[in-house]
């Protein structure tokens, strides 16, 4: 496993920066698995395993550090862009293009594989391979390397 972060060092991440973090049932039966206010953070109950909530905890904690005031309501351009570079902090806290050259190393290839070596759930990949290509475009050079983002290739330079 390449976990840069594991959920136990988010937590601690969290209490470290005095931002609190509870699981509650108010959440259940809802589309929100998370929500970030005033240095608390509120994860849903539904939560099953420690992969999403690790990468819902990631992206409230994306919101601790770039986010200003309430941004709930999404029709509003300033908060949709508040909201992507929360989401953003959590990609790069919890793969970066650093996480992509190390799948590539290991030899994982396929979506499944990736996130599970990175330790977050396919959806949150995806969703942060898409928002890179957004950022970057087709591709990207970085550190010896050429990362593809669709589909994902991994090439070395020499």
């Known amino acids: 496993m390449f976990y840069l972060t594991d959920y136990e060092m988010l937590l601690d991440s969290a209490d470290s920066q005095d931002v609190t973090v509870d699981e509650t049932s108010h959440f259940c039966g809802t589309q929100i698995k998370g929500l970030y206010l005033d240095n608390h953070i509120a994860l849903s109950k539904d939560l099953r395993s420690d992969t999403q909530k690790r990468c819902i905890l990631a992206e409230e904690l994306g919101h601790y550090h770039t986010t200003v005031g309430d941004i709930i309501d999404q029709s509003s351009d300033s908060n949709r862009k ?66 593809y983002f669709d589909p994902i290739v991994v090439l070395e330079l020499i």
């Open 82 to 147: 508040q909201e992507l570079r929360a989401r953003l902090w959590s990609y790069n806290k919890l793969i970066g293009l650093h996480g992509i050259i190390s799948c590539h190393k290991a030899h994982y290839t396929t979506s499944y594989e990736m996130a599970d070596y990175l330790g977050v759930t396919e959806e949150f990949l995806q969703e942060a391979l898409q928002c890179y290509r957004s950022k970057y475009g087709i591709c990207v050079q970085y550190d010896n390397y050429v990362i």
